[in-house]
């Protein structure tokens, strides 16, 4: 065979392979399915400055997963003073976590990374 025909071979397909792409593309941009309020944990319901509790907290029942992430990019946004609060170290992901320590901890009162944040706990 040719280059020219192999060149034109491989324009063809890939053109095609593009173009089937580009139509699968669009199944997968549709919008995500609206999250129901009443199976989120009690944590997704309005929170306050003071449900937040601080990492420090959290290390004492998780020290492994506390010194995982604090090895991490993620963990430096903990160090600079124009990030909020509450986006901070392990809370920022899993929300308040005062009602959580003080219910001994209570998983249905924390967001887990599990299952899209179910009440099944890390």
């Not at 004492?60 to 609060?85: I, M």
Request: hydrophobic residues 35%.
């Amino acid at each position: 065979m040719s280059q020219v025909k192999i060149l034109k071979a491989a324009i063809v397909g890939g053109w095609v392979l593009g173009s089937l792409l580009w139509a699968a593309s669009s199944s997968f941009s549709k919008p995500a399915e609206p999250v129901e309020t009443e199976s989120l944990p009690a944590v997704e319901q309005q929170s306050k400055a003071e449900d937040y509790v601080g990492s420090e907290t959290c290390k004492d029942c998780h020290a492994g997963q506390f010194n995982s992430y604090f090895k991490t990019a993620h963990a430096r946004l903990e160090h600079l003073a124009s990030w909020p609060a509450d986006k901070k170290g392990c809370e920022a992901c899993h929300g308040p976590g005062k009602a959580h320590v003080e219910a001994g901890g209570d998983k249905s009162l924390i967001k887990t990374l599990r299952r899209g944040f179910d009440k099944d706990g890390l």
